[in-house]
């Protein structure tokens, strides 16, 4: 269902959003409305028949970023991207993408499965939650999508068709200015306490990590390898101990492969730093199977479903995986510092309550990161990454 603008843009009231929604409920069902969204961005509200308890979800894009307010106006068009990220990845990734019921470009929104019998990963991994199957549904998810949308899979006027429909400067601006750009400068959007402020500004001075950020940001900016879910945190993951479902593409578009991989592997580093034991050590499970699952699974897709005319000769598929392997650690390493010092933290390290505990979770995420970035070319398999959380 696409449903049809009636109006230029507003905020969604509850009246609207239960009306926009009925049509997916049965004649005469009670339904009530909750805005229940917590992200960055948007609004999201829930709509539910009071009988049964089922729902829908529609999510509105804000004019502007919610977290910073009107002063930080943000293109709507970031709604159509997501609705249209979900359906392409959906087609490709079975079951671990919400359905998209419709759409409408002017007011913004998307109406969507309710996934509220899942909860966020990143939420429950902070209560300690393992998530047995995250990981490989996750190394599917990556493999599948990127596999799928990249020249390895289709024909060069279909990708790069696709890369102009997917075309997202404001967003990826956002993605080149607070992960690549400010956290490696003494910028007003950096956010981090007092006593982190000497080893920021070893950051800061580190010409040689500097120049590192710079090849990666390039890498951001012109390697349009395949579409990205764009901002794949574990805030971006719904999941319980069966099901994952991958939500909120809205910073899709073409780029390079490695960057979805490596945001994601970050975030588990976020949460495995904060863990002891046999905690950190499911952490380190999940980091490891993820880039198994996902090279396991490319290198089967590549060998049955690749359209490359290279594909057979020896050691293009192993270099093509070595780059992949390479950019995901260098973009792991700029997330963990921006997610450390930058404007967007993560709850996993500020939610760490005793202060101490906190200075030196940070410090040592800040430390991964920048030996990720640095000795992305050293550390050539995931157990050499795992091994930096292990050791800590
Ligand atoms: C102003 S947006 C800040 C962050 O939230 C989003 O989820 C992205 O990660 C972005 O960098
Ligand atoms: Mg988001």
Redesign the pocket.
């Known amino acids: 269902m696409t449903t049809t603008a009636v109006s230029t843009y507003h905020a969604l009231t509850e009246a609207e959003a239960i009306g926009l929604a009925a049509g997916l409920f049965p004649a005469g069902a009670g339904l009530e409305c909750r805005e229940i969204g917590d992200?960055?961005?948007n609004y999201v509200y829930r709509v539910s028949d009071r009988a049964s308890g089922k729902g829908v979800i529609i999510k509105q894009a804000l004019p502007y970023?919610k977290?910073?307010g009107e002063s930080w106006p943000l293109t709507l068009k970031r709604a159509a991207i997501e609705a249209e990220a979900l359906r392409k990845h959906g087609e490709y990734a079975t079951g671990l993408v919400p359905e998209v019921y419709g759409t409408d470009e002017k007011l913004a929104y998307t109406i969507m499965e309710d996934l509220s019998h899942l909860t966020i990963a990143r939420e429950g991994l902070i209560e300690g939650k393992s998530y047995p199957k995250l990981s490989a549904h996750i190394g599917e998810y990556l493999a599948q999508t990127l596999f799928h949308t990249s020249d390895f899979a289709l024909h060069p006027f279909e990708k790069k068709r696709l890369a102009a429909e997917f075309s997202n400067p404001e967003l990826c601006k956002?993605?080149e200015d607070?992960?690549f750009t400010d956290p490696f400068f003494d910028y007003e959007t950096n956010d981090f306490e007092p006593e982190l402020r000497e080893t920021v500004e070893a950051i800061w001075n580190n010409d040689r990590l500097k120049l590192e950020a710079a090849k990666l940001k390039r890498s951001f900016l012109t390697e349009a390898e395949a579409l990205l879910h764009g901002?794949l945190?574990t805030g971006s993951i719904f999941a319980d101990d069966n099901e994952t479902k991958v939500i909120d593409p809205e910073?899709a578009f073409y780029g390079p492969i490695g960057f979805d991989v490596g945001l994601f592997i970050a975030n588990l580093i976020a949460q495995g730093i904060t863990r002891n034991g046999d905690g950190r050590g499911s952490i380190v499970g999940h980091i490891e199977n993820t880039w198994q699952v996902f090279e396991t699974r490319f290198t089967e897709l590549w060998k049955n479903e690749g359209i490359e005319d290279f594909k057979e000769v020896p050691g293009y598929r192993e270099s093509v995986l070595e780059k992949i392997f390479k950019d995901t650690l260098g973009f792991a390493g700029c997330e963990l510092i921006r997610r450390t010092i930058g404007?967007?933290h993560v709850k996993d390290l500020d939610g760490i309550e005793d202060a101490a505990v906190r200075i030196e979770s940070k410090k040592q995420a800040l430390r991964i990161g920048e030996t990720l970035i640095l000795k992305r070319s050293e550390l050539t398999s995931i157990q050499d990454v795992t091994a930096l959380l292990k050791e800590l």
Request: proline share 0%; charged share 5%; hydrophobic share 65%.
């Open positions: 992200g960055n961005l970023a977290v910073v956002i993605t607070l992960i901002d945190h910073f404007l967007a």
